[in-house]
C-alpha cells in the first residue's frame, strides 16, 4: 500500500507540473503528507530497535520518529505555502491546462486510494493485537482523506473541461494548501510539546499524586512528568513519609499509569510533625 501511494504521490506531482493543474499537484502532495509519516514510522521503529541496547539514549529511542515528524512538518508547511501562493498566482493569470491526461491521472490516483483503503481496510477486520490496530486505522483513515481530495482534484478538472470553471482548478489547489497545513500544524504542535520536555496533562499529574498519597500518609513535595516519545514518560518524583518503603513499592501504587517507562522516586523519612509544612491560613 506504501509503495502504491508513493508511486501515485510522485506520479500526480509530475503529472501536475507538465499538465498545469494546481489539483492534481494538490493531491499529489497531500498524499506525500502521508507517505512522509508512514516513512517516519517505519524508520523509526528500525532505528529503535537497531539501538535498543545503546545506553548512549538515556531514556531510549523514543524521541526519533518525534524529531522526524517534527521535521516532516516544517517541510510541508513549505510546500503548503508554496502551494498557495502559486495557486493564488494562477488565480489572477490562468494556465493552459491540459485536463484529458490530468483527469486520466486523477482517476488512477483516486483507484489506486480506494485499492489501498480495501487492503487496509482487510487487514485492520483481521487484526487482533490492540497497537497494530490502532495503527492500522490510522493509516486507513488517511488513504480516505487522500481518497477525497483525488475526488476533488477529479471534480475541479472536469468542471473546467466541460463548463469552463478554469478557476476551480487552483483554487483546489489552495483547499489543498490549507488541508497540509492543518495537518502539518497539528504535528508540529505534538511534536514540539515533547521535543521541548513539556509536562503531561494536568490529569495524569493528579492521579500520579492521588495513587501515592491514598497509601500511608505519603506526601508528594515534587514531581516532574515528561514525555520522552509519543507514548512514553518519564518522570521524578520526592515523597515525604513517616513510614518509608522501598521504592519498588511506590512505582507499584502509579503502576496503572502505563506510560510512565521511567521514573526515579526519592523518599525523604519525615520524622517531625508534620511532614509538610501547613500553608498559612492567612496567606
Known amino acids: 500500500m506504501l509503495l502504491l501511494t508513493a508511486i501515485t504521490m ?4 509530475i503529472a501536475g507540473s507538465l499538465f498545469g493543474s494546481m489539483a492534481l499537484l494538490a493531491d499529489g502532495w497531500h498524499m506525500g ?12 521503529y528500525r532505528y ?8 548512549r539514549f538515556s531514556f531510549g529511542t523514543g524521541k526519533v520518529s518525534v524529531l522526524g515528524g517534527f521535521a516532516s512538518a516544517v517541510a510541508l508547511m513549505v510546500v503548503a505555502l508554496m502551494m498557495a501562493l502559486e495557486s493564488t498566482h494562477r488565480l489572477f493569470v490562468p494556465q493552459t491546462i491540459r485536463f484529458n491526461e490530468a483527469i486520466g491521472v486523477a482517476i488512477v490516483g483516486l483507484a489506486i486510494n480506494l485499492i489501498s483503503a480495501f487492503l487496509l481496510q482487510a487487514h485492520h477486520g483481521h487484526g487482533h493485537n490492540h497497537h497494530r490496530d490502532h495503527n492500522l486505522r490510522a493509516a486507513y483513515l488517511h488513504v480516505l482523506a487522500d481518497a477525497f481530495t483525488s475526488m476533488l482534484a477529479i471534480g475541479a478538472l472536469v468542471a473546467g473541461k466541460f463548463f469552463g470553471w478554469n478557476w476551480l482548478d487552483p483554487l483546489m489547489g489552495i483547499v489543498g494548501a490549507v488541508v497540509i497545513t492543518k495537518w502539518a500544524h497539528g504535528l508540529l504542535k ?5 521535543l521541548l520536555d513539556n509536562s503531561v496533562e494536568e490529569q495524569t499529574l493528579r492521579e500520579i499524586v492521588k495513587g501515592i498519597e491514598a497509601d ?5 513535595s515534587d ?6 516519545g509519543q507514548n512514553d514518560h518519564a518522570g521524578m518524583i520526592s515523597i515525604v513519609t513517616h ?14 499509569v502505563r506510560e510512565l517507562a521511567h521514573l526515579t522516586v526519592e523518599v525523604v523519612h519525615c520524622k517531625s510533625e508534620p511532614c509538610l509544612p501547613i500553608p498559612d491560613s492567612k496567606g
Open 223 to 228: 514531581i516532574h512528568i515528561w514525555k520522552v
Open 10 to 13: 510522485v506520479l500526480e506531482i
Open 190 to 194: 505534538e511534536t514540539s510539546g515533547i
Open 48 to 55: 529503535a530497535k537497531r539501538h535498543a541496547e545503546n545506553r
Open 243 to 256: 513510614y518509608p518503603q522501598a521504592t519498588d513499592h511506590y512505582k507499584q501504587l502509579v503502576s496503572n
Open 216 to 220: 500511608r500518609d505519603n506526601r508528594v
Open 33 to 44: 503528507t502521508h507517505v512522509a509519516a508512514f516513512w517516519i514510522t517505519i524508520f523509526a
